[in-house]
């Protein structure tokens, strides 16, 4: 049996990968590893419980809050939430744990686990690991007073709101702005959130009905916002994923703005007032090529991780940087947030173009967009990837062909038995090119 836990929690196909009974379970052990001496001492711990609007949300959050409360946690359920907003509660409320029910960007028949320590923060490898070798294990159950209590925590939306006007106090009076929730668990904070800062704002994929998540709609479907945007004349448009950590942008002109350019913009934001630490942006190795030139440019070193927003966090928290992210939209800014949060990225932006007077499409333009090509090599021995000596010389030829031009990235599949091949090259033509080139080597190279 593999690792229970993957890159972000515990993901898979509602009632049937992830269970009540699973959820129930796994909530039992967080509760006794996260909860420690509270649980068995005899004092209270608290957990902050949301999730987004799918409907296998609806059981398995009741599963969540009965595994939590059997083991004596007292719960503040805060429904349908963001997961950046339960990552802040846990830390406002005081609270050991909290959990959040969601597939982010994933169909509606997904779900997910997702829980975070004291503070808000993610869960480290060894303590998620402790807590899949603690399921099953025997436990003495509290009876009478000792169960824990399930309350309804209707503040929690306010507090976040709150929160995020107060971590982004910038009016945005004068901006029109089209807004895409994609079904999800922004649908109303998001808005509203715009709206008390000032902006006139139209919204679309906002009538969640536990089915539609991320149907055709959010941050993987921009079709419908850039249509929007154009249409109604918008300065511009913010499409989040359907737990609304991450976020991507239109201009007015109904281009896309990525997460690498948002980056950019905001690390050029924060360093103009004195609040990008040690001049440094974090970022993944996927990050476009186009992002290192311009921070280069702009006197902005760029520290490069694994791929993920948890690698992302973990070195902004070892050496205190204050923005990182994935070229997705997942943007972290630490001082205001222990993870990716796509309202508060989405509001971080507009000020900056209202601020500056400038239109989006001028701000993304301090980055080129290098061409960059994605190919996913099925059914192959993963593992050996970095270790054959064909696959490496191949790399190596067509890094000499880029030059500084280009560049080229392997990485293997965290799920699947997938290589995924990305180049970049001063052309689309070229980098296809040398993407499928590298593709069959890796084909002919790895097949299983």
């Not at 909860?35 to 987004?52: C, I, Y």
């Not at 996927?286 to 290192?292: C, E, F, V």
């Not at 173009?353 to 090509?373: D, F, I, K, N």
């Not at 270790?387 to 000499?400: C, F, K, L, M, R």
Request: aromatic share 4%; proline share 2%; net charge negative.
């Amino acid at each position: 049996m593999g690792r229970l836990f993957g890159t972000d929690g515990v993901r898979g196909l509602a009632n049937k990968d992830i269970t009540a009974e699973l959820a129930l379970d796994l909530s039992v052990a967080v509760a006794h590893e996260l909860g420690g001496h509270s649980v068995f001492g005899g004092n209270r711990a608290t957990a902050v419980v949301g999730r987004d609007p799918r409907a296998s949300g609806e059981f398995l959050s009741a599963a969540v809050m009965a595994g939590l409360a059997s083991a004596g946690v007292d719960v503040l359920d805060a429904g349908v939430l963001p997961t950046p907003a339960i990552a802040y509660l846990t830390q406002r409320m005081n609270a050991e744990m909290g959990a959040m029910l969601s597939a982010s960007h994933n169909a509606m028949p997904d779900n997910g686990l997702k829980f975070f320590a004291s503070g808000g923060h993610k869960l480290a490898d060894e303590i998620e690991d402790r807590i899949s070798e603690r399921m099953g294990g025997g436990w003495e159950r509290p009876t009478g007073a000792g169960v824990g209590r399930i309350r309804p925590f209707q503040r929690g939306a306010e507090f976040y709101i709150e929160h995020l006007l107060e971590a982004a106090p910038g009016r945005l009076d004068g901006l029109r702005i089209v807004i895409d929730a994609a079904h999800g668990a922004a649908s109303e904070v998001g808005p509203e959130v715009f709206r008390r800062a000032g902006a006139t704002v139209d919204v679309i994929g906002a009538d969640p009905n536990g089915l539609n998540i991320n149907d055709g709609a959010g941050s993987t479907y921009l079709d419908q916002l850039q249509e929007a945007v154009r249409l109604r004349g918008a300065d511009m448009g913010v499409a989040f994923d359907g737990d609304a950590d991450r976020c991507l942008a239109v201009d007015a002109r109904g281009d896309q703005v990525d997460g690498d350019q948002i980056m950019a913009i905001l690390a050029l934001s924060l360093r103009e007032r004195g609040e990008l630490r040690d001049d440094t942006l974090v970022a993944t190795v996927m990050s476009n090529l186009g992002l290192l030139q311009a921070m280069e440019r702009e006197g902005v070193r760029v520290v490069q991780t694994a791929v993920g927003d948890r690698y992302v966090l973990e070195e902004m928290r070892a050496h205190g940087y204050s923005l990182g992210g994935e070229q997705s939209g997942h943007v972290i800014m630490l001082e205001h947030g222990t993870t990716g949060d796509g309202v508060l990225t989405a509001l971080a932006l507009a000020q900056r173009v209202v601020g500056s007077g400038s239109a989006l499409h001028e701000l993304a333009g301090v980055m080129t967009r290098m061409p960059q090509v994605l190919v996913n090599v099925k059914e192959v021995d993963k593992d050996r990837v970095g270790q054959d000596e064909g696959v490496a010389s191949a790399v190596a030829e067509i890094e000499s062909e880029l030059g500084d031009q280009g560049r080229v990235l392997l990485r293997k599949s965290g799920t699947e038995p997938v290589v995924r091949v990305m180049v970049e090259a001063d052309s689309q033509e070229r980098a296809a090119a040398c993407a499928d080139r590298l593709a069959q080597v890796v084909r002919d190279r790895l097949a299983l």
